[in-house]
């Protein structure tokens, strides 16, 4: 059977290549209507599903005919009745589902047709823009200023967490000269942030100080750094950066393999999933600080379900596992990323913290204990070093966020007892006295432990029915001082720790 | 219909529409002066040797998930059972990585013999191997 090939205007396509749905909708839309996308326009309004068919000619029109594209706008302009609502839909499958493909012109048409979407204040602009934000650079944000702080301005703080993120990456590659220009615009972008609109960026809650901290030593962000930190610093602290922070540095594309990888597939099954996504993601100069953004997005924004939990579906502490192993070469990447697991221990408070963002980290501790003692004790030693180190004018607050989460993921049942790490022979001496003093905790416990003390979330534990869909995350709730009842065992548990061995193998 | 893999029988005719993931690819070799490889594809029932031909040997790479319409799984000199477009079936790309599968059992590596209720029919009649002898498990 012959392939039937068809080429698009709009986007690439390879020979052997299913052809894309929406794509073809838009461009059976266009060919339909083509003599009713010429001037002079008709005067009757559209019926409603011819409507929702102008609408997608004219976005491929828009994005496919860049000489004719304002007469399509003027022509969208003239015929819309829901405030723009189903056109930016369109654009957001786009860019979502498109961008990746798109030829050239159409990618600059689709900025241009953004900012057309920006000045009418389309139902939906703040998700297009965000969608955008994670497929492309600065220029938009700084020509659309006044306009997205009237109408859209938590756009403007995803767009400086981006920027900032960035920036940091770019501070380590030197002497590009595009991406001198590029950086010029972004740091353009951050400091008029910080100076006009210092409220909206404390938004961003406390991985603004975390971003800000890799970009100290820049002259522009060093006077911002001094401000913040010695007058915004513990209210920040307190303000938990909200999950869509986390998706913008992560590209559609891979946040639907790593929520495939975490919700479908097996441990012990994960091998070549594993192996393709480190191909098509992490290999090249540069990729590594992807880890940081993967590691706060698993940790902060993956919230499975106690369903997922208790099955053989690759546990999150298993893929962190892999991840820390795969930038043990890079010192410098390797403490970014345990700090970005451990970040949101350091100011842990139940009342406004959700205890799965803190639970992959504490399992990664627990099963690495008996075959990989040495994961354990990097990992203790480091959040243990960073309560020394991290911020020496707050350590009480640090020490508090600490115990907190340690009492709170025994509370809730996460795990057993602490005791698992604090009597366990196979941990160094010193590092559980440390951490019995940490807990207060003076005394030494002698009790036996074994890995059939941990558990992990059970079956009492009661899941929020109505997820905070704009959070992403799954809430554990239970009343104030009730101990969640452990009895119900992992069935895969022995099975997860046996293959956690090959697990975390690096696949280079 | 769209079956899944641990349903296809040998047949001589195209009349095979699935799904599956590409897991691995051998190297290309050339026939009547045309390229042709053998790869490892699975999907949540079982796994299968394809034959990739010509133009489809650098189209498809591992973990491409691909479309077959009317395809065939038959008897191929020198390769043994394998699933093809053949000249009146297609194959394309419809996806990547977002496939959880199985490697075993194989049905290229079953010993199929005719039903002696049906003789255009094939029924399994044994294992040669649980897994590709081609591809074997990573370790």
């Not at chain 1, 590594?288 to 939990?309: A, G, K, Q, S, Y």
């Not at chain 1, 842990?348 to 990664?364: C, H, K, S, T």
């Not at chain 2, 419809?94 to 005719?114: D, H, K, L, R």
């Amino acid at each position: 059977m012959e392939n039937h090939f068809v080429t698009s205007k709009l986007i690439r396509v390879s020979l052997h290549e299913v052809e894309n749905q929406l794509e073809l909708s838009l461009r059976q839309a266009f060919e339909n209507l083509q003599p009713k996308l010429r001037p002079p326009f008709s005067l009757e309004l559209p019926d409603p599903q011819e409507y929702l068919e102008l609408n997608k000619a004219i976005v491929y029109g828009v994005l496919c005919e860049p000489n004719s594209s304002k007469t399509h706008i003027k022509h969208l302009h003239a015929l819309v009745t829901d405030g723009y609502a189903f056109f930016t839909s369109l654009l957001i499958g786009i860019v979502v589902e498109l961008y990746v493909k798109l030829v050239d012109s159409a990618k600059i048409q689709l900025i241009w047709v953004t900012k057309e979407m920006i000045d009418v204040s389309s139902v939906g602009i703040e998700d297009l823009v965000v969608s955008l934000l994670r497929r492309i650079g600065i220029s938009l944000f700084l020509e659309k200023w006044e306009c997205l702080l009237d109408d859209s301005p938590l756009v403007l703080t995803s767009a400086l967490y981006s920027f900032l993120r960035l920036l940091a990456d770019h501070y380590r590659v030197l002497g590009v000269v595009k991406l001198e220009n590029v950086k010029r615009l972004e740091i353009k972008f951050c400091v008029k942030m910080f100076r006009e609109q210092l409220h909206l960026s404390l938004k961003i809650g406390r991985d603004l100080i975390l971003l800000l901290q890799d970009l100290s030593h820049v002259s522009e962000f060093r006077e911002i750094w001094n401000d913040l930190v010695s007058n915004h610093c513990s209210e920040i602290y307190q303000l938990k950066t909200s999950s869509r922070y986390f998706l913008l540095r992560i590209t559609p594309e891979m946040e639907t393999q790593l929520r495939f990888l975490l919700g479908n597939v097996k441990l012990g099954s994960h091998k070549r999933h594993q192996i393709w996504f480190l191909k098509k993601f992490l290999l090249g100069p540069e990729k590594e600080t992807l880890l940081i953004d993967i590691v706060r997005f698993v940790c902060c924004v993956i919230h499975p379900t106690n369903e997922i939990i208790r099955s053989e579906i690759m546990p999150r502490w298993a893929i962190i596992g892999w991840l820390l192993e795969l930038c043990r070469q890079n010192h410098h990447i390797e403490r970014s990323v345990m700090l970005a697991l451990f970040y949101d221990w350091l100011f842990f408070d139940e009342r406004i913290d959700n205890i799965m963002n803190v639970e992959p980290a504490a399992l990664l501790m627990v099963w690495s204990i008996p075959q990989y003692p040495h994961i354990t004790h990097s990992l203790l030693e480091f959040l243990l070093h960073l309560v020394e180190t991290y911020d020496i004018t707050r350590r009480d607050t640090i020490v508090r966020g600490l115990t907190s989460a340690f009492r709170e993921i025994e509370r809730k049942g996460v795990i057993r007892s602490l005791d698992i790490f604090l009597a366990n022979p196979a941990l160094a001496p010193d590092l559980k006295k440390k951490l019995a003093n940490l807990l207060s905790c003076h005394q030494e416990k002698t009790v036996h432990v074994n890995l059939n003390q941990v558990s992990v979330l059970s079956k009492q534990t009661v899941l929020s029915s109505e997820a905070n869909l704009k959070d992403c995350s799954t809430k554990i709730v239970d009343t104030p001082d009730q101990k969640l009842d452990n009895s119900v065992e992992n069935p895969a548990k022995n099975h997860k720790v046996e293959l956690f061995k090959e697990f975390i193998r690096p696949s280079r | 219909m769209q079956l899944f893999l641990k349903d296809i029988v040998p047949a001589a005719q195209n009349n095979i529409d699935t799904r599956f993931i590409i897991l691995d690819k051998a190297k290309s070799s050339a026939a009547n002066g045309k390229n042709y490889c053998i790869a490892l594809a699975a999907d949540e029932t079982a796994a299968v040797h394809i034959q990739l031909w010509g133009d489809e040997c650098d189209a498809f790479e591992a973990g491409d998930i691909v479309k077959l319409t009317n395809g065939i799984f038959s008897y191929v000199r020198n390769s043994g059972l394998i699933l093809r477009a053949g000249k009146r079936g297609k194959m394309e790309k419809m996806g990547e990585f977002t496939v959880a599968f199985v490697e075993t059992p194989n049905i290229s590596e079953i010993q199929w013999i005719p039903d002696p209720e049906n003789p255009k029919r094939y029924i399994q009649s044994g294992v040669v191997s649980a897994y590709s002898r081609i591809f074997p498990p990573l370790p």
